[in-house]
């Protein structure tokens, strides 16, 4: 069951990547997908897909293990690809195919979208990659703490995420438990109707729901019982705080930005 | 049914950074009718080894015989229900698989799933209520509203309801009162004794598998480090110091007593009401001389 979820699941290291502060490279990631948008011509694609590959290489990961990891979305970035293609009447015919015409505008189109999908996704996985979720909750925490001056309760949404965060690795081990102990009994997810399957479920969810409620029960209690009340006056074991290696990291950033800004 | 594990190793998450080998070539055999225990340090691999028998995990390597099943990752579409009714599993805390409204329902769950004819579920349910040693008016209760010992009862009930050939228990005793543990140990040994059921415990009690396991396997870091019967294990105390494990209290108080007063009392599986018999015998003449 796990082998399916790695998409994005945090793979610890001590790479220059996995050390920056998590505020740098949640700025970088979001002005990062914002940017691919304005990428217009092949040497600003290549210019980014350049800074793409850099990366990949700084985090020390395996660049096979990454490519696999986001399996799932393959699908849709070729799915997008052969959508354009098909869509998009523009430009001389390439191809005929009894009446279907293949435009090379489509061609054109449908590899730039897929491939800016394509960027988009694999940068942001590098993020989840190599940063912890209490590190991203944090930093998010950190960067919307503005927002907490017109009432946005900015720390209970962070405590929230990372709640969250924190029990799905917690209920998938569970439902694999569970789902185990179910096919000792003769539970068959594989094999029978759609109607049997559907039904089959209902063992697994249940369990997991009740353990799911019980473990609130017990987190809030524990949090009372450890003082919890809320953000106010709360410190932290953690601080953030940027380093010269963040600096420096984000003066090359711009750098970068700019270049692409002119090769458009 | 009897168990053969040829050169098995079974790797977890393989081809991830994650992956982790779990069992290193495992050789064992287990006879029917036997009582074995498998011991062995917290993450040595027990669980793992016991999701083998019935086919929830396939071995990476080797292969795994069970009666008539060969389980490996070459024969990996036949079709496991047959080896599931055969083979129990009593999971570790089990109390966590109950879902149905009433207890009659959860127990009747594992036979429905195997085709058992209708006629014959509600004195198969009987028998496996009285089995566990509970009364028939929890059945029309909902498992939620038992206390945690009632629960892991029910749960157990709806594995022996199955009527397996083998049963296989990961730690069934996990989280109960002393008593508690004695009651359900007793149980299965007894249902080990008059059904001639091939029984294979995981514990962390080396008291359990000394009192009540024919064979015992010490698992370490994936690997069989050690086999034989409790005596032979238990006269090593050393080589099970290595794999991280005590010798039960009993052996150790004898042990002392044997030292300390130049004795030579054994333990041949005795209760402690006929030990403490004897140690008392000997001292009294220790005293004489
Ligand atoms: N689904 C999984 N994915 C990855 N590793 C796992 C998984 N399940 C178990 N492991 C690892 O395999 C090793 C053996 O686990 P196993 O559950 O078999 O140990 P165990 O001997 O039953 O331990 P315990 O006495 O604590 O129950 C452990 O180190 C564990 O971390
Ligand atoms: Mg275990």
Redesign the interface.
Known sequence: M??FM?IGQF?PGNSMVHRLDPRSKLMVIFTFVIIVFFANNSVSYGWLTLFALILILLTK??IG?ILKGITPVWFLIIFTFILHLIITKEGPVLIDIGGFAIHKGGVLQGLTISWRFFLLVLVTSLLTLTTSPMEITDAIEELLAPFKKIKVPVHELALMMSISLRFIPTLLD?TE??S?????????LRTGSIKDRVYAI??LL??LF??AFKRAEDLAMAMEARGYRGSEGRTKLRQLQFKKLDYMAMIIYLLIILIFFSLR | MDIQFEKVSYTYQVNTPFSYQALKDINLEIKTGEFVAIVGHTGSGKSTLLQHINGLLLPTEGRVQVGDFLLSRKNKRQDLKKLREKAGVVFQYPEHQLFEETVERDISFGLKNFQVPADEIQTRIMDALEKVHLSEDVLAKSPFELSGGQMRRVAIAGVLAMNPEVLILDEPTAGLDPKGQQDIMNMFNHLHKTKNMTTILVTHQMNHALAYADHIFVLADGSVQMEGTPKQIFSQADELKKANLDMPDVLSLIKRINQMFGTDIAYERRQPAALAKEIAERLRENKRL
């Open positions: 796990k082998s790695i793979v990961l395996h293990y569970e438990k569970i185990k102990a179910q096919a000792s009994r003769g539970v068959d209902v063992p249940v369990p009740i353990s």
